[in-house]
């Protein structure tokens, strides 16, 4: 999956610049499904935490290296259930992550996809984000909503429904 769908410059693939096309294009799918929903500015940080958790599981997701010639709505279902609340995502990507890298490792090769891949996760689990607290007291301050109590929240963990919503709305 690592390596399909590259090309350099020239086309022969001798040491040139590897584009990762199956990491844009995840991004770039996982950006429109967000914009389709309205849901958050692409500018903010839940937008970007969104963009990322979709991304990830969009690229990871995609075990035949076919993502560039797939079309979306056949695989809408696939990441609605990834992405499920009751689901155990992190795991599920951690142990994809590693697979890949192992992969990797095996062929010995430049993993481009792979490493914006794994850019991407490690800004999703090292980034908190401060959130409303969704397990406060309702009522308990007599707040609005902007005003309630709010804790800081691993981008991932606002992300992934944010993605989750995204795909709904499509």
């Known amino acids: ?11 022969t ?37 969104g963009r990322d958790a979709l991304a990830l599981t969009i690229f990871l997701s995609d075990t035949d290296g076919e993502l560039p010639g797939i079309r979306v709505v056949t695989q809408l279902e696939t990441w609605l259930s990834l992405t499920a609340y009751d689901q155990p995502w992190q795991n599920w990507v951690d142990e994809r992550m590693s697979q890949l890298r192992a992969e990797a490792a095996r062929l010995d090769g430049p993993a481009p996809d792979l490493e914006l891949a794994a850019a991407a ?7 908190e984000l401060l959130a409303p607290d969704l397990n406060a007291v309702p009522g308990g301050t007599g707040a609005g909503e902007d005003e309630g109590p709010k804790v800081w ?3 991932w963990q ?4 944010l993605g989750h919503l995204a795909i709904h709305l499509f």
């Open 158 to 161: 606002l992300g992934l429904p």
């Open 13 to 49: 693939g001798g040491g040139e610049l590897t584009v990762p096309m199956a990491w844009l294009y995840a991004e770039y799918i996982a950006d429109e499904l967000l914009r389709t929903g309205d849901l958050m500015p692409p500018t903010s940080f839940e937008f970007r935490a």
């Open 121 to 127: 996760w490690r800004w999703l689990e090292e980034t």
């Open 1 to 11: 999956m690592l390596h399909r769908g590259h090309q350099s410059t020239d086309g």
């Open 153 to 155: 929240t691993p981008a």
